[in-house]
């Protein structure tokens, strides 16, 4: 049932009020409502604005108004049942809703009965009731007493009651701006209502802004700011029914009177929404900054490619050979170092020790990989005559559309427990008959065809780790490129691992090479250099540094050669004391070797093909991977971006060149020499800038002329005045006049007089320099450095709005044309925007 | 996708679009609408999106613009969005229906001064730019209901301005520190560049930061050192609200700026960048107090943070 309410006129009550105060002085302190204009005035006809309840059948009339004493009111909430303090005068004093049986009524609906709630009432004709009769009277229509008696900033209270079970709580709901909000129940102490029926009733009911939702909030708060530039009336912003009736809460006739300023409660549902966007803070901003930025992708650029181990996975043939739930993790911690500087175990920091059935780990991966510039992952591919194994994330890149471009290379070597391929101890075995090789390059074609597959002109580009275990290389591949061919690809692009010593691919049908650091690289052993190595250590240790050096010294191939780098390497994790160290690596040596391949692929490869291979992405069990670990985070990752850089591409192509080579007028070498020095004074200067400890100031901010019909000027009020502690340095107290050059900086430190003005560091001050023979500009400058000076208001006896008054200032005279110029200082003036208010220094300033 | 930067300036007089989004604001609409009709610059496309204000806006300007006065531009688009769908998301379609090589937006309580367009064109033709703004004049009309707190960020609005512009080495810079450009209305953009940013991000206050400072990849932008763009403080725009989110904002802003220029070198050689400006920006970033951002995007990790060794993070 609906029922439109309507507020009843009430007549005040004046003079039992005025009894309160005057009988009860105690009263009036602590009732915060005791000298509040007559509650009972005549109450305006309230048309209900929530929509809801627009479609009204029914009238329901509930005149009320708010007892006038509600006792103890900041406090009633949480009075103690034996507190309660409601006396005669409270008594007297109190007023409460009354509601006036409908006359006419179609539904009528007595008291006593199970659902009193939808009773629909209607205004008397005439002669209100007295209401404190009427609250005497429960037997009188209607079944409800009730009012909204404060709204104070979200602090809603109230009470009511049912006539037929005063002692039982009523259920209400509670709507702002038609929004529900929340549902709560009469529970607190109402002393004075409590007086009034004579029975500890408890009928206060109370709500704050803690009950408004996060969303709820929102979208009040959108409701409200649209109306937030008038005042508006409690009605159409508050509503209070009764549970499961569409009994409204009448207000008191002082919050009818009140027109709410909106903008004053909207900080509170602010508040709301910002505790909420607190807490979602992180995941807010990760989805704003993570939002696509559009690439632009430079064909001709260099593309990184590393080689990427689908492992990091338990599946049946390990957990088989090596025990449940292996992984290469369980190698990777186990590492130990066997002198002090080896660098075990390598701990994984931003992914952890992942697992790769987290297909989230494989996107983060690559999204790691591309801003550091990787154009792609080369994932070795386990296929063992028609057995795949570890494909999952391969299979998952192609179906999920990864956006990382990738390439195949086939692990075509035995799988053996000694991870290196040998004949001995074989878990699983590659057969290479022809047969075997057809189905391969069939196998392959699924991931050909997908968007993301690297290719050379077209033609996919495929890896084969040990091309020389195949029967018939030459016939396999070109037996591949036809198959490939009638896929409709225009070619296949067949490039060899340079492992175990391969090094022409010519010589194997194939159609580039692709280095495979560590192998094929030249460095001598340096196990005698190592200070306090385990003497169970039975392995080798080389070199980084030689390797680097071996490598950026190796001539260029007669085929072509995509250049391959590792970051570091180290297989003890493995193979414990009979494993292999790359010793001394380091991402500044990384990045020296990366640079000089990415410009060595810029020289000798076709822009198509401009790879440059990373051993490896993730060979953690090899020490060998770009992924951040503990030590070095993100820094060899960091090596890869800066190696692709133009500056270092320019550099690398310099040193490439012989010195003696001319360029114009000058020769390679002296451009050389000039780049050398520039970077030194650059390493030099930052060096210094670190040194500083931050400390390092400002640029001078220059003056700059501003027209005059900019601003207007009030007239220097008497006794006002700057004091400038220094000059450039030189105490300024006493200077009148002073020369400075053009290319010198003005730098001031003082104070500023003028007890009138507010000098709050939001309002801006500027220094200005103004022509003492022209006018229609003057030069500004901003001062950014603004100082409190207790020591000034203190002893000067200044008040509070002062304290702002210390300033210092570094400003460039560079723009200013030479002239004699007196210095000013001007304040804004608080609440207007456009008076500036001049404060002189009375010195004069001579630019020369 | 390739840019070219400044390809706008082959035409001689290239079609400027003014993109005006419009919510409730029908008494400031004329001021507003005819203040674009005054400019000097001929070749200008009117694009009026409604976001369903709740006032008579959408009448008031579609039936002015069916009027022969509508006849001055080059071309007129009114529309009107079913749901209010907030600044953001009606610029960007706005510009969508956009023709023109330049576009700009304007705040339909906000003015055009006199010239605006004709200057900040022929800056940005002759600075071979993108991106343009001038200074801003702001008008108080609160009619005293301003607090002084409410007022002084707005107080010789242009002057500071001016002085802010001035202050750093570069306009790139300046930016940096903060947003000299201060309101979307304020800056005329070609659509290549918009294109290659990728619009306005859906951000409360920041969208014109974001997109000035994206743009900074590409070109320096040019700055005409006149107030030639008339922001009107008024009571409906006093309660800013959701002030809160002003934080997060400023985070998404510089660490996607931070992104930017650290994952690609940019094009504009005065971009501040650690490439273009090595150890200067650094020092520069870390002056400002965003060296956490700046760190978060270098991948060297916080102070706070556990997952690497104490002496790399």
Not at chain 1, 352 to 372: C, M
Not at chain 2, 38 to 44: K, L, R
Not at chain 2, 56 to 81: C, D, E, H, I, W
Request: glycine share 6%; proline share 5%; net charge negative.
């Amino acid at each position: 049932m609906t029922a439109r309410i309507n507020i009843g006129s009430e007549t005040s009550d004046r003079q039992t009020r005025g009894a309160v105060s005057d009988d009860s002085p105690c009263l009036k302190t602590r009732y915060k409502y005791s000298n509040e204009e007559a509650d009972c005035a005549v109450l305006p006809h309230l048309a209900i604005r929530d929509v809801s309840y627009r479609a009204a059948t029914k009238d329901c009339i509930v005149r009320g108004c708010r007892p006038n004493v509600s006792g103890r009111n900041d406090d009633w909430g949480y009075d103690e049942v034996g507190e309660t303090r409601a006396d005669a005068t409270a008594h007297s004093d109190a007023k409460q809703i009354s509601a006036e049986e409908t006359q006419g009524s179609k539904e009528k609906t007595s008291h006593g009965k199970a659902n009193p709630g939808a009773r629909a009432i209607r205004l008397p004709s005439s002669e209100p009731e007295s209401p404190l009769k009427n609250l005497k009277d429960l037997y009188a229509a209607p079944a409800w007493r009730g009012c909204i008696d404060t709204f104070d900033n979200w602090d809603i209270r109230g009470w009511a009651l049912s006539t037929d079970n005063v002692m039982g709580s009523v259920g209400l709901d509670i709507f702002l701006c038609g929004i529900h909000v929340t549902s709560t129940t009469t529970r607190y102490n109402r002393p004075d209502i409590d007086k009034i029926v004579g029975l500890p009733i408890r009928a206060g009911f109370r709500i704050n802004a803690s009950a408004i939702s996060t969303e709820a909030a929102a979208n009040i708060f959108t409701q409200l700011k649209k109306i937030a530039d008038t005042p508006q009336i409690i009605g159409d912003i508050l509503t209070i029914k009764i549970a499961d009736t569409d009994i409204i809460l009448p207000f008191t006739g002082k919050l009818l009177a009140e027109k709410i300023e909106v903008s004053k409660i909207l900080p509170v549902l602010d508040a709301i929404i910002a505790s909420q966007v607190r807490n979602e803070y992180i995941s807010v901003r990760d989805q704003l900054i993570s939002l696509p930025v559009p690439e632009e992708d430079d064909t001709s650029e260099v593309k990184p490619i590393a080689f990427y181990l689908p492992q990091f996975h338990p599946f049946p043939e390990n957990d088989e050979w090596w025990g449940e739930g292996f992984t290469e993790w369980t190698n990777v911690v186990g590492a130990k170092p066997f002198f002090p500087t080896h660098h075990q175990p390598h701990i994984p920091a931003d992914f952890g020790y992942y697992d790769l059935r987290v297909e989230d780990v494989q996107q983060k991966q690559i999204d790691l990989a591309k801003r550091y510039g990787i154009k792609g992952f080369c994932y070795y591919y386990y296929w063992f005559s028609g057995k795949k194994l570890m494909t999952m994330p391969i299979d998952r890149h192609v179906e999920k559309n990864l956006d990382l471009d990738f390439c195949l290379c086939w692990a075509n070597e035995n799988w053996s427990r000694r991870w290196d391929g040998s004949e001995s101890d074989v878990l699983i075995a590659q057969r290479h008959v022809e047969e075997d090789d057809v189905e391969f390059i069939n196998s392959c074609i699924e991931y050909f065809k997908s968007d993301k597959y690297i290719t050379v002109d077209g033609a996919p580009l495929l890896l084969v780790y040990r091309i020389s275990l195949l029967q018939n290389p030459e016939a396999t591949v070109a037996r591949w490129r036809k198959i490939v061919k009638s896929h409709g690809f225009p070619d296949l692009h067949v490039s060899m691992v340079e492992s175990f010593g391969l090094t022409d691919p010519n010589a194997y049908g194939c159609d580039s090479s692709c280095q495979f650091p560590p192998h094929g690289v030249v460095a001598p052993e340096v196990n005698h250099k190592i200070k306090d190595l385990d003497p169970a250590y039975r392995g080798k240790i080389y070199d980084y540094k030689e390797v680097v050096r071996s490598e950026i010294a190796r001539p260029a191939a007669e085929y072509i050669q995509f250049r391959c780098a590792m970051p570091s390497w180290d297989n003890t994790s493995r193979k414990g004391k009979d494993g292999n160290v790359f010793a001394h690596s380091s991402p500044e040596l990384f990045e020296a070797w990366m640079s000089y391949l990415c410009a060595q692929a810029r020289v000798n490869l076709p822009s198509s093909s401009r790879f440059v291979f990373i051993n490896a992405w993730n060979e953690w069990a090899e020490g060998a991977h770009l992924e951040p670990d503990a030590k070095n985070a993100h820094a060899f990752l960091n090596s890869v971006r800066r190696s692709l850089s133009h500056d270092r591409g320019l550099v690398a192509s310099l040193d490439s060149l012989p010195d003696d080579e001319e360029i114009g007028a000058v020769t390679v070498g002296d451009i050389k020499s000039l780049v050398q020095k520039l970077a030194n004074a650059n390493q030099q200067l930052q060096g210094l800038i670190r040194n500083h400890g931050g400390s390092v100031a400002d640029r001078a901010s220059p003056f700059v002329a501003v027209d005059k019909s900019w601003f207007e000027v009030e007239t220097i009020t008497a006794g006002d005045r700057v004091w400038l502690d220094n000059i450039n340095g030189r105490p300024g107290h006493d200077t009148k006049i002073e020369f400075f050059s053009r290319q010198q900086t003005l730098t001031l430190r003082g104070w500023i007089h003028s007890p009138a003005m507010l000098l709050s560091p939001s309002l801006p001050v500027f220094v200005s320099l103004s022509p003492t023979d022209r006018s229609g500009f003057s030069y500004f400058a901003k001062i950014y450095d603004r100082e409190r000076r207790e020591d000034i208001i203190n002893s000067l006896n200044l008040s509070e709005s002062s304290v702002w008054c210390g300033f210092s200032i570094k400003a460039a005279l560079n723009g200013v044309e030479p002239g004699r110029y007196s210095l000013q200082f001007l304040l804004s003036k608080a609440g207007d925007i456009k008076d500036l208010v001049p404060v002189p220094t009375y010195i004069e300033l001579v630019v020369s | 996708m390739t840019y070219n930067c400044a390809g706008w300036t082959d035409s001689e007089q290239p079609l400027v679009s003014v993109v005006v989004p419009i919510y409730n604001h029908e008494e400031f609409l004329y001021e507003c609408l005819n203040s674009v009709h005054s400019q000097d610059y001929d070749n200008i496309e009117l694009i009026v999106i409604d976001d369903s204000s709740t006032d008579g806006s959408f009448a008031f300007a579609s039936k002015l613009l069916r009027t022969p006065y509508g006849q001055r531009f080059n071309r007129v688009y009114v529309s009107r969005n079913a749901k209010n769908r907030g600044a953001h998301a009606t610029i960007n379609e706005g510009i969508s229906k956009a023709k023109g090589e330049l576009i700009t937006v304007i705040n339909s309580d906000d003015q055009f001064l006199p010239g605006r367009i004709t200057s900040i064109v022929n800056a940005m033709r002759e600075k071979r730019s993108d991106v343009g703004f001038s200074l801003v004049d702001v008008v108080d009309e609160g009619n005293g209901t301003f607090t002084a707190e409410d007022l002084a960020p707005f107080a010789h609005f242009k002057i500071r301005q001016l002085l802010n512009i001035n202050r750093d080495i570069t306009t790139g810079f300046g930016l940096l520190r903060q947003n000299l450009a201060v309101s979307t209305g304020n800056i005329v953009f070609s659509k290549n560049i918009y294109d290659e940013i990728g619009g306005f991000l859906p951000l409360k206050y920041c969208h014109d930061w974001d997109f000035v400072l994206q743009s900074l990849f590409y070109c320096e932008p040019a700055v005409v050192l006149q107030p030639l763009y008339s922001y009107r403080l008024h009571p409906q725009n006093s309660f800013k609200g959701l002030s809160h989110m002003a934080e997060v904002e400023t985070e998404v802003v510089m660490r996607r700026f931070f992104r930017r220029v650290i994952d690609r070198e940019p094009l504009n050689s005065l971009c501040p960048s650690p490439s273009k400006w090595p150890g200067y920006f650094e020092t520069f970033v870390g002056q400002k107090g965003m060296s956490r951002f700046y760190d978060r995007e270098m991948g060297r990790g916080l102070k706070s943070w556990r997952i690497y060794d104490r002496d790399v993070a």
